[in-house]
Nanobody
């Protein structure tokens, strides 16, 4: 089992920045990829970004087109923590952001919600216009 706890959400004005964190505990050695997803009211959960946490993969990162160039995902394997730095935020970025862990690796799998086995409770990010 892997436990995930998100933190760092909040309210920010459009154009501002926010960083959310995800602390993992438990059997983290079994985790290959960590991802961030988000879900806005009335919408399906969607992929935001992911990072490989297996060292031999070199920490490859993946982004949804909607956040590429604005968001940066990073990892600190020593702390078992993954971060999502969000810059140039837009009102349409408003959502609950979820951290997730996958036992898969590779660009084909990282964007698929069903490939993630463990999920955090989510943290609200609200961007005002």
């Amino acid at each position: 089992q892997v436990q995930l706890v998100e933190s760092g959400g909040g309210l920010v004005q459009a154009g501002g920045s926010l960083r959310v964190s995800c602390a993992a505990s438990g059997r983290t050695s079994s985790t290959y990829t960590m991802g961030w997803f988000r879900q806005a009211p009335g919408k399906e959960r969607e992929f935001v970004a992911a990072v490989a946490v297996i060292n031999w993969n070199g920490g490859s990162t993946y982004y949804a087109d909607s956040v590429k160039g604005r968001f940066t995902i990073s990892r600190d394997n020593a702390k078992n923590t993954v971060y999502l730095q969000m810059n140039s935020l837009k009102p349409e970025d408003t959502a609950v952001y979820y951290c997730a862990a996958s036992l898969r690796l590779g660009s084909y799998y990282v964007r698929i919600t069903a490939e993630y086995v463990y999920w955090g409770q989510g943290t609200q990010v609200t961007v005002s216009s």
